[in-house]
């Protein structure tokens, strides 16, 4: 069996590592990501088929909301590393003469980054694109829960990265909990609230600052007037894909009263001309990670009347894109993220009832409105909270690179993707100077 080095090891190396100045070059940083690069573009074989053995991706949703997402993020990084890194010239005030003064952004050292399962290669590689564009050593962590891209990762990433540059530590709760023990200068971790809790717990102790991508039910709402066919098509096109295990899903959608039984229907429509009448035969359809999801999932389709799926095979653990009407507030799906391919319509009285609900809850990481009015755009946006927001588009927040990525309260804080990610695992540095 392969010795796997202890993390205080593993932290020694890259925190001499980062010390000697190794990877604070800006070209040495380019090149870093050249190779991350083309690990994605020469093993995409390799990973496709990872993923399709840890969640049944088929390789065109693999390569778009995976492989090739993280590729543009290291295009759109390395065009722009320049200018972002470039001294930012301050004014200064009178008493201090003729000095100068600027921010500039500097490593911070060693990073860790600790991702889920729904994504496990893009929610590791993502973030490791701004760790080492910011110039620090990094180890990631992918999660036990997706074994196998886990696994090539860890072969991967290390045939391709400086091992004084990256490393991987595979593992659970253990292996993580002895990771977190270590100092780190940045953490960033994605996945449940709970364990994110244990993750700034730990961090606190050595006043490590920390990132939490974190979850929970993202709300859709639909206004009356709407054209309820588009809306339906674009909900269906993104909270089915990877069956529904995506943070920034829509979780549920809220109408009013009269509206709810056309939009049901139109949502059914979209359901069926997604995925027809044999969603378990589409090839791109993915298939719930574990026995205890899909258990919880089965159970919480109890929860309304099904207009569309509801079909499941627990020994390919299947789930049919399904939509649930009549359901209630208090509803058990109404009560944890789904994470799962169910997207329930709750209905509500007006917009005032609309608000109050989604203010009522968690601030979700998504919202995402459909209204062609002005006056209502105004008020979800002036009288709601949310990581992001969207009219027309839901999810779209996440394909925009200059627009910071993240949650507020229980959906997490900080955020990255394109500068963002640079400044996260940056310093802004303050420099004055007397010429
Ligand atoms: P998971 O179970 O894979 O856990 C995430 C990571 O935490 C793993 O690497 C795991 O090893 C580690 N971990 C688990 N228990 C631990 C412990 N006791 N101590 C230290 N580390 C531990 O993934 P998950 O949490 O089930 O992921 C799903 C959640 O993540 C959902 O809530 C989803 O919304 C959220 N999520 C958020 C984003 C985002 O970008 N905001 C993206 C994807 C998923």
Redesign the pocket.
Known sequence: MPLVPEPAQTMARLRAAHRSGLNRPVARRKELLRRLRAMLVDCGPQFTEALHADLGKGPVEAHRTEIDYAVREIDYILAHLDDWLQPQPVPTPPQLGTAEAWTQLSPLGVALV??????PLH?VVVPLVGALAAGNTTVV?????APATSAALARLLSSYLPSDAVAVVEG??AR??AL?EQRFDHIL????GA?GR??MAAAARHLTPVTL????KSSAFVDRGTDLRQAALRLVAVKFINAGQT?VAPDYVLTDWKTAPELEDALAKAVDAAYGSEAARVPEYARIVNERHYRRLVRLLASGRIVAGGDHDPQTRFIAPTVLADVAPDAPVMQE?I?GPILPVLAVEDLDEAISFINSRPAP?GLYAFSDNAGTRERLLDETTSGGITFGLPMAQFLVPELP?G?IGES?MGSYHGRHTVITFSHTRSVVAQP
Not at 114 to 119: E, G, I, Q, R
Not at 141 to 145: G, L, M, V
Not at 213 to 216: D, N, P, S, T
């Open positions: 600790v991702a889920p399962w729904n994504y929610l962590k992918p999660s036990e829960f659970g709760p993580t909990t977190l971790y994605t996945g449940n364990v244990i993750v991508e974190l979850g929970g943070c993220e994470f990481l990525f949650g997490g």
